[in-house]
Every structure is written in structure tokens, then in C-alpha cells.
């Protein structure tokens, strides 16, 4: 389905805005969609709506949906209250402590005693690539071997 292209001279015409406008608008979404090709999903593409439509704006301000009491002049509706507010908060503190769980088990990948054992060799391996050399050539040398010592200044 080759489209048939006008001229560029016809298009610069007046009369031709329009359609001059339709087609560079075409060829820009063309490049888009070359561009983003492989970002772009065919839901995407083919999705109808884009914003979710609320009744109410109550859902939107996280207010109180209901009847409400103040000043303890319904106890009972201060009491369901009070129950809808636990209730979440046992949730949250649930949810919570499920994720310092799972964080906490991401956390330990080593346990403690191989750690401590990494630790002491690399601290071992640094002593010595620190140590002074003349400490280290005396380690090495057998015990009865007498070594030279410098004589003594008498001044």
C-alpha cells in the first residue's frame, strides 16, 4: 500500500497547511515509534484509556468514608472507627515486618563465622604485606643459626 507523496512545492502552497500538517504529523509518529519500538508494547499501543475515572474524590484524599463521631458524642461509631484504624495498622505492621524480614534474610548472604574467618586471613595477608622485611628474613632462618651482629661502639 504505497501512498501516493505530493510534492514539496504543493505542499508549501496555502491551500496545502493542512495536509502539509497531517503528513509531518504522521512522519514524526512514524519516527517515534521506530524509536521506541522496542519499548512499547502492543497493549500499550492498543489500550483504549489512559486514566483510571473515580466516582468520588473520597478515594482520592484518603478521607474518612461515613458516619463520624466527635467529642465521644457516639461511642459506638468511635469504637468502629477505632477498629477500621487497627485493622489497617495490624496490616502495616505485618507488611512491615514481612519486608525486614526479607531484607534482613538479603542482608546475612555470608553467615557470621565464615565472615569472621575472611576477615582474620585478609587481616593475616595484610600484617605480612606490611610486616617490615627484616622481621620476616629472620622468621624464615632456622632458630641455631647465629646471626651477625654489628659491633659495639665504645666511645
Do not use: W
Not at 484509556?49 to 463521631?69: A, F, H, N, Q
Not at 575472611?118 to 641455631?144: A, E, G, W
Request: glycine fraction near 4%; include cysteine; proline fraction near 3%.
Amino acid at each position: 500500500m504505497n501512498k501516493m507523496k505530493l510534492s514539496k512545492g504543493i505542499l508549501e502552497m496555502k491551500f496545502m497547511s493542512r495536509t502539509r500538517e497531517k503528513i509531518e504529523k504522521e512522519k514524526d509518529d512514524a519516527e517515534g515509534r521506530a524509536l521506541y519500538s522496542n519499548e512499547i508494547t502492543d497493549k500499550m499501543l492498543h489500550e483504549s484509556s489512559k486514566y483510571v475515572i473515580e466516582t468520588s474524590y473520597v478515594p482520592c484524599e484518603d478521607l474518612i468514608e461515613g458516619r463520624v463521631s466527635y467529642g465521644g458524642m457516639n461511642p459506638e461509631i468511635e469504637r468502629i472507627i477505632e477498629l477500621e484504624k487497627n485493622k489497617d495498622l495490624a496490616a502495616l505492621v505485618e507488611r512491615e515486618k514481612a519486608e525486614a524480614a526479607e531484607k534482613q534474610k538479603l542482608r546475612m548472604d555470608v553467615p557470621d563465622e565464615e565472615m569472621a574467618r575472611f576477615y582474620t586471613s585478609v587481616v593475616k595477608t595484610m600484617h605480612k604485606k606490611y610486616d617490615r622485611k627484616d622481621k620476616r628474613v629472620q622468621s624464615i632462618l632456622p632458630l641455631n643459626v647465629k646471626r651477625m651482629q654489628r659491633p659495639k661502639d665504645d666511645d
